[in-house]
């Protein structure tokens, strides 16, 4: 057998996997999955036959690489409401989750060696994506020092970051896995910071459904002049409760269309038609619905916040909060150790090399009383070590 | 805003775009696409929901990234009874149809300016895959010098082609457009030359279904000592007419799990869960049932074969035959002279450097009087060009 040219071996294996192999060694019958992004919600859409006049084309017939185009008017129509500027069905390039939509953005914007500034802690497969498209992920931590002083001047830290090979920031808001959220000050900030060294933004907006602040989802693009260099990276995972749908999208600056179509076209061809059309009916779906699912999403972190006894950041958004183990003699441990109390969290090494000390709880991954139950059992393995420290 | 690291200059436009845009230009009402490569047959499965036990996954739950486990039993199953020898789920990777296989597969062992000998004429975007990945395409002309002359040196025209970069050989059989069939003895002295070279070998199996050979499909895999350096690419858009499902899957020699899961999950995460049911259902459908479908493209071959008045390539496998036109003044005119009267062709350039005297028709993407009616056309074409010349 000839080797490989690429294995990837700066990627590590998905540490979420390596917590299921836990789960599964400690023998639990039903441990509660607080490891990954879910929720509880329903689907907004399921998979169904329909008549082609309902979206212009038939499920057996392969999508044109940039996406159905009537799912492409659908989602530049409500972007661009949401923005308050026109935004073109041209400027919308359909993906095969988030995932995809950053990798397309990725082998786009990268030469070999190129260098993506990373707002850390970061989505766990950001760097792994950037090492794919032959970049280099250079993490910039910032979230938890904003975690713990607003007037962190995060902006000086990313200029300290800055080399000749950088090409882009990425960064997600609200983020995960902290729950901070950069307002709009913030995000102007960097909007002039990418400005001055004429970087692309890529700006991942997986939780922009939420978003708890009173001023709701904060699109990077309509601040400042972030619209001409911002790739807007959008998902139905989260937003619509859909991962399996593997729909996401990309909103681009005018002129970019090409170039991200090709891309696209020689990763995929194109995004399964069928979940294109779930994702046209989720997305015309109640707007009531979804902020019903904010709010539920906002009592389950009050609930967690509440009945954790271990100091975990303050979340403004997203699924997640990040708790803080470094009183642990053996921070590295407390995964293990919840596993073995049934309870599955991220280690928080999976979302910056800074990040040891920490490990992540998705609030909504399950009902309000097994998330409860499962808080007190990390609590109680948290005071054990604790005492053993 | 600033520029595209990699832009893809090298990679053209999709020449059956430009083909559309002609049509468009004509104002055909309802003009005859025999450009693409279709089928007028059913999809084998639809989108439904399902129940959980079906499938052992949820439609809006994300599937592993090498595929939801019961779609790679499922394959794996099929692929080892068909072969003889087991076949491991743990071989088998499920992809965003073929184009994601391929793309996986080249990701994987290609480094930066390493050579993939692309045996030509090739798959449309094969060498824009290799493009993507940072390889070097090489094409080597070869299936329309078989289909001239069974006796032809391939394996010495390839053998001048193998570099010190040289990783890998693309090739599809039944070919796709030449319709020309690699028999067994052929097959083996290529998979000796690979080994000569320590090459691995990616056999794409797009047309396995519609092999018209007595003996029918050849896994390139089951040749002499094939199966330790061979990636094979299978599809359902074509075996089971659901090109929109965006389903394929490669069956990988065992080892290579690991490095084609980080690719897959690099790229996309992981494929439609809905889609991959709808895969699973097609799977389980009746092998009859392809015999038949089989049998109706050969008879579609037939009648093409009968009415053409133009040079053309003899098929013994695949959805198309190429169509030689170097008689004509203007060759590269001729799709456009054919756009002109309602039918649709490829232009043969877009399957290699070496065939821009040729055009590719596809037997199968009308039924039989439509596709009559539109040789009829094309035949008259190429007569005119004739008495022009």
């Known amino acids: 057998m000839p080797d490989f040219g690429r294995p990837l071996p700066e990627i590590p294996p998905s540490p979420l996997i390596a917590v299921e192999q836990l789960l599964h060694s ?12 879910r929720t509880v919600f329903e689907p907004a859409a399921h998979p169904r036959a329909w008549r082609r006049e309902e979206f212009g084309i038939a499920a057996h017939e392969h999508a044109p690489p940039a996406g159905v185009p009537a799912l ?15 935004v073109t069905p041209e400027q919308v390039i359909v993906t095969n989750g988030a995932t995809h939509g950053v990798a397309t953005v990725l082998n786009a914007v990268l030469r070999p060696g190129d260098e993506v500034l990373v707002l850390s802690p970061q989505w766990l497969f950001a760097t792994g994506l950037i090492r794919a498209a032959g970049g280099v992920p250079r993490e910039v931590p910032v979230f938890l020092e904003l975690c713990q002083d607003e007037e962190f001047d995060f902006i000086a830290a990313i200029e300290r970051a800055v080399g000749p090979r950088s090409r882009a920031v990425y960064f997600n808001n609200p983020n995960n896995p902290t729950g901070f959220r950069l307002a709009e000050p913030a995000v102007a900030a960097l909007v002039e910071l990418a400005e001055r060294h004429d970087l692309w933004l890529i700006a991942d907006n997986a939780y922009e459904n939420y978003d708890f602040s009173p001023d709701g989802f904060l699109d990077t693009a309509t601040v400042g002049r972030a619209a001409e260099r911002t ?32 891309w696209a076209l020689h990763s995929v061809y194109s995004v399964a ?52 183990l470094r009183a642990l003699a053996d921070p590295g441990d407390f995964v293990r150790r919840c596993a073995e109390a049934g309870v599955a969290l991220a280690p928080g090494r999976a979302f910056g090399e800074h990040c040891a000390g920490w490990a992540r709880i998705c609030f909504t991954a399950a009902g309000p009383e097994l998330v409860l139950d499962a808080v007190r059992r990390i609590n109680k393995t948290y005071w054990e070590g604790i005492r053993e420290h």
Do not use: N
């Open 72 to 86: 492409r008017r659908a989602i530049a129509e409500q972007v661009g409401a949401r923005r308050g500027t026109p």
């Open 273 to 324: 038609t069928a979940t294109q059309f779930a994702a046209f009916e989720a997305l015309a779906g109640s707007a009531d619905e979804l902020a019903e699912r904010r709010e539920l999403a906002a009592d389950a972190w009050q609930l967690v916040d509440d009945a954790l006894e271990i100091p975990h950041t303050a979340v403004t958004g997203g699924l997640y909060t990040f708790l803080d």
């Open 231 to 262: 790739f807007s990276v959008h998902s139905c995972s989260k937003t619509y409760a859909m991962p399996g749908a593997r729909v996401g999208y990309l909103v681009a600056p005018p002129g970019c269309t090409q170039v991200l179509t090709k």
């Open 26 to 37: 400690f023998g639990h019958e039903s441990p509660v999955p607080l490891h990954q992004g």
